[in-house]
């Protein structure tokens, strides 16, 4: 359920808007437990969306590091790395085996 929710700061491009909307989706639907509210919940889900955004924004934009920015095709490359080294590749023994 949380797989937009990744680290956001320090990245060369910084994080969108839309990136940190999506983040803020995802943490707002974990804490609800809804992935989509009903029409009662649905203006608390929606201004719970907007309040973490806007949060999560201002965050981001004061936060500050020494450390130069990250590459973000090379963070994401390296991500990937490690969930075949960890997943397996498809169609690999690893994925094909189903567990006990």
Known sequence: MCRNIRTLFNFDPPATDEEVR???LQF???VSG???P???NQAAFD?????VTAVARGLIDRLVTEAPARDREEWAAKKRAQAQARYGSPG???TAAPRK
């Open 47 to 51: 201004d719970a969306v907007r309040d």
């Open 92 to 94: 690999s023994a690893a």
């Open 34 to 36: 809804f992935t989509k």
């Open 22 to 24: 999506a983040a803020s």
């Open 28 to 30: 707002v639907r974990k």
């Open 38 to 40: 009903s029409r009662a």
